[in-house]
């Protein structure tokens, strides 16, 4: 079971109409994601992160459509269900949504409702997908705020969410998000808005969870330290495509891209002061005039002629791709 694809992406592409104009977020990724296992995605803001997860779980605005490509989960089953072919709101996609597949954002406030105390919208969360009683589904969320380490589990279900911290509130999520014990769970910079140690102490509490119930995660963050802690595989995105892929052994050791290369470099290590870090130089450039070619030669040391063309994803060793024309010379000065 644990090299099983539990969901693979195949050339998804995913845009936006904006003002008439067609604006392409996602240009043509593809993943797997194996069974029991983390999956990291990685890029600057802006990349296309969250657009790929919201085209998996079908949460796109009116405006935005997959208009390209294919996303197959297979459930427990073995049954293969081609996700972009489901209506959005239909009632497939609610069975699979939260239940099968669940997603924690970015904003925790966003997502929590402010009216309702905790317990009850984790409750809430388990009865849409399950036929258990308010006084089960209540027990269930106590238990997972006990997994959780959140103190005094069963008086917090019935505070609300202003009485939270930030820490705190995002570990509700993660409650939120495996109350019906997902097979994927899909983790949008879950720990992005909090400090340095609360983050870790998620993170902790995330690698518990996976490995007691075997959940099948891609974790999405832009901080290439965290998906070292986690991942197995990693993917890093820029400019909507994944321009390199591998175990997270082959891209940490051998980062091949020079846009990996920039993102390692500029990794905060413990004590180092702030002003000292390294940045890639310029920014992403705009989906209103992505540049033809590669998309990164405008800030690459390495850039060529050849990078007018869009490179073509190449195996550097089994397993580990990147698009890059030049990684070679990347590889032996990087
Ligand atoms: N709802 C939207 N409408 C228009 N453009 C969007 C929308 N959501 C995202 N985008 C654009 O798509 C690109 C990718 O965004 P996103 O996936 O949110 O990046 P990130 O990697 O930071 O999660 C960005 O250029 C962003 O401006
Ligand atoms: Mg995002």
Known sequence: MKDDIILQVENLHTGFLVDNVPLEAVSGVSFSLKAGRVLGVVGESGCGKSVTAHSIMQLLPKYGRITEGSITYTRATGE?????????????MRQIRGKEISMIFQDPMSSLNPVYPIGDQIAENIREHEKVTKREALDRARKLLEDLEIPS?????????????????????????????????????????????????????????????????????????????????IAVMYMGRIVEYGSIRQVMKSPAHPYTQGLLKAVPVLGMKKDRLYSIKGSTPSLVDRPAGCEFASRCEYATEACRQVPRAVEVEPGHQVRCWNYKEATDNG
């Open 80 to 92: 293969k269900i081609e996700i972009q072919k489901l209506r959005r709101t239909g009632n497939q």
């Open 153 to 233: 589990a069963a008086e917090r279900l019935g505070d609300y969410p202003h009485q939270f911290s930030g820490g705190m509130k995002q570990r509700v999520m993660i409650a939120i998000a495996m109350a019906c014990n997902p097979r994927i769970l899909i983790a949008d910079e879950p720990t992005t808005a909090l400090d340095v140690t609360i983050q870790a102490q998620i993170i902790a509490l995330m690698k518990k969870l996976q490995r007691e119930h075997g959940t099948s995660i891609m974790m999405i963050t832009h901080n290439m330290g965290l998906v070292a802690e986690m991942a197995d595989e």
